[in-house]
């Protein structure tokens, strides 16, 4: 067994070359596992506000609101996510003129793929509430953007956060597919690891699917925690 | 930059030849993984279930450890670091291997030349990978559907006068396999989704050909149009069949 090449390289796996300077985004060469979370954080950011959108889209009576939301998100739901990354990845050059950096490229892809997901998780949220909730709202005189803005949104929002840690967890572990365009991140570093030293695939292997493993079992622990404690402030019909 | 759309390329000659091996390929592993997950999940599920601890501590820690790491990562694991955990024996059988099923036969008064699934290491290693990783979730989904059934049902049908395996066998399981087929039906799905990744080891499923094809013909976009498209294609009827499977059965369980 060759654990050593595992701890010479240990820092590697973790932040991979990352440095920090006064350059605008202050951090260059983000690698290792810093960066599958730094792309998980990225890609959820932008995935909670495109998933609002098309969640709420897909909730709306109007047909030219509604169509464009079920057809986003049944098509992304459709597609491997790797597919979408390749696809995305030349379909760029074709839309704008040039290519994208395969960072930029696969943050994208994550915000658009996990979107799709989020909208769906939205637009359950929104419908696992009491109907009597939007009909009290109307009835006190709010409008329905007001309802969904004061009454449903906030239980809602509330009631989303353990699916909503779920798709942060499963998103982390998509970040791995960012290697394939050839991101360093963690998977990444592994390989690259792997491929110098070439007796240690056990080890190397062993490590990267613990650290994998360590960052997403607490968040999976965490959201079982949430929803143990939200179940019990839920608006129920009976 | 300009950009020369060429798509009658895609459906003619090389291109088309090998968009249609590799979404047999797909369709193979995606099969293959697909039986063995399932059995290998219902024989997790059980392990989970027994009233044996150390069996219990163990199909636990098998669940989460696979849902909680990457497929990538186990797919890099089973190509090159398997020989740690797979006997000697076998993995060199595996390494050697190369046995086209299931080879030239005769029916029928023709002579066929049985070329469909051909096993190398890296469609078993791919297959090892997916089956392993489908098997946890399908496990956790049978679980939650058994789960799901409230507990006085059993405990009533017990008190009917059933034995414990016939109120397994006559109350709970019939209402929890019609919750948990939906679910096992976008596991099956994801499986397909996810077997795109067996592109990595050099697996030649549709991804790994859009991938040659591009390189081969100068015609990306093109190519991966029509692989998102036939990806696109299977995912929408089948979820078509989950929701009219819905309509139709999921009116029936009371509880």
């Known amino acids: 067994m060759h654990w050593d090449?595992?701890?010479?390289?240990?820092?590697?796996?973790?932040?991979?070359?990352?440095?920090?300077?006064?350059?605008?985004?202050?951090?260059?060469d983000v690698g290792g596992m810093l960066s599958a979370v730094i792309m998980a954080v990225l890609g959820i950011f932008g995935a909670f506000w495109i998933g609002m959108a098309a969640g709420l889209m897909r909730l709306s009576k109007k047909w030219w609101l509604k169509i464009p939301a079920v057809a986003y998100i049944e098509m992304v739901r459709g597609m491997p996510l790797l597919l979408l990354i390749f696809w995305f990845f030349f379909l760029a050059p074709v839309l704008i003129g040039q290519?994208?950096?395969?960072?930029?490229?696969?943050?994208?892809?994550?915000?658009?793929?996990?979107?799709?997901?989020?909208?769906?998780?939205?637009?359950?949220?929104?419908?696992?509430?009491?109907?009597?909730?939007l009909e009290a709202a109307r009835g006190s005189g709010l409008s329905q953007t007001q309802a969904m803005r004061f009454v449903i949104l906030p239980q809602a929002l509330r009631n989303m956060i353990p699916s909503f840690v779920n798709q942060f967890v499963s998103l982390t572990k998509d970040t791995s597919l960012a290697s394939i365009l050839g991101?360093?991140?963690?998977?990444?570093?592994?390989?690259?690891?792997?491929?110098?030293?070439?007796?240690?695939?056990?080890?190397?292997?062993?490590?990267?699917?613990?650290?994998?493993?360590?960052?997403?079992?607490?968040l999976t622990s965490y959201s079982r925690r949430l929803e143990a404690q939200l179940s019990r402030y839920q608006a129920r019909d009976r | 930059m300009e950009y020369n759309f060429q798509w009658a390329k895609m459906f003619s000659g090389e291109p088309a030849q090998w968009m249609w091996e590799g979404f047999n390929t797909t369709l193979q592993i995606s099969a293959i993984a697909l039986v063995g997950a399932m059995l290998l999940g219902i024989f997790i599920c059980l392990m989970r279930m027994t009233p044996f601890k150390p069996l219990q501590w163990f199909a636990l820690a098998y669940t989460e450890f696979f849902r909680n790491t990457p497929l990538l990562v186990q797919i890099f694991f089973w190509y090159n670091a398997s020989h740690f955990v797979i006997p000697e024996g076998i993995n060199e059988w595996m390494n050697d291997l190369y046995y086209w099923f299931p080879g030239p036969f005769a029916a029928f008064g023709h002579d066929f030349v049985g070329e469909w699934v051909l096993f190398n290491v890296e469609l078993i290693t791919g297959v090892i990978a997916l089956t392993v990783y489908t098997s946890a979730f399908i496990a956790e989904e049978i679980r939650a559907g058994i789960f799901s059934i409230p507990k006085n049902q059993l405990e009533a049908s017990r008190a009917v006068?059933?034995?414990?395996?016939?109120?397994?066998?006559?109350?709970?399981?019939?209402?929890?396999?019609?919750?948990?087929?939906?679910?096992?039906?976008?596991?099956?799905?994801?499986?397909?989704?996810?077997?795109?990744?067996?592109?990595?080891?050099?697996?030649?499923?549709?991804?790994?050909?859009?991938?040659?094809?591009?390189?081969?013909?100068?015609?990306?976009?093109?190519?991966?149009?029509?692989?998102?498209?036939?990806?696109?294609?299977?995912?929408?009827?089948?979820?078509?069949?989950?929701?009219?499977?819905?309509?139709?059965?999921?009116?029936?369980?009371?509880?």
């Open chain 2, 161 to 255: 006068g059933l034995s414990f395996l016939q109120g397994y066998r006559y109350v709970i399981l019939p209402q929890a396999l019609r919750i948990v087929i939906p679910p096992l039906i976008s596991q099956a799905l994801n499986l397909i989704k996810n077997s795109s990744l067996c592109m990595v080891i050099g697996v030649t499923e549709m991804m790994f050909q859009a991938t040659q094809i591009e390189s081969y013909h100068a015609i990306p976009f093109e190519a991966f149009s029509v692989a998102l498209m036939i990806y696109l294609a299977i995912s929408l009827v089948v979820s078509f069949c989950i929701t009219m499977y819905n309509k139709h059965f999921m009116i029936q369980v009371m509880y």
């Open chain 1, 99 to 133: 290519s994208l950096p395969a960072f930029s490229t696969t943050v994208f892809c994550f915000m658009i793929f996990t979107g799709a997901y989020v909208g769906e998780i939205v637009r359950a949220g929104v419908l696992a509430l009491p109907k009597g909730q």
């Open chain 1, 183 to 218: 991101v360093s991140e963690l998977t990444r570093t592994g390989v690259q690891v792997d491929n110098r030293e070439m007796v240690a695939s056990f080890e190397v292997w062993i490590t990267i699917a613990g650290l994998y493993f360590l960052l997403c079992y607490i």
């Open chain 1, 5 to 28: 090449i595992v701890i010479d390289n240990f820092d590697y796996f973790l932040w991979g070359q990352t440095k920090f300077d006064l350059v605008f985004p202050f951090i260059h």
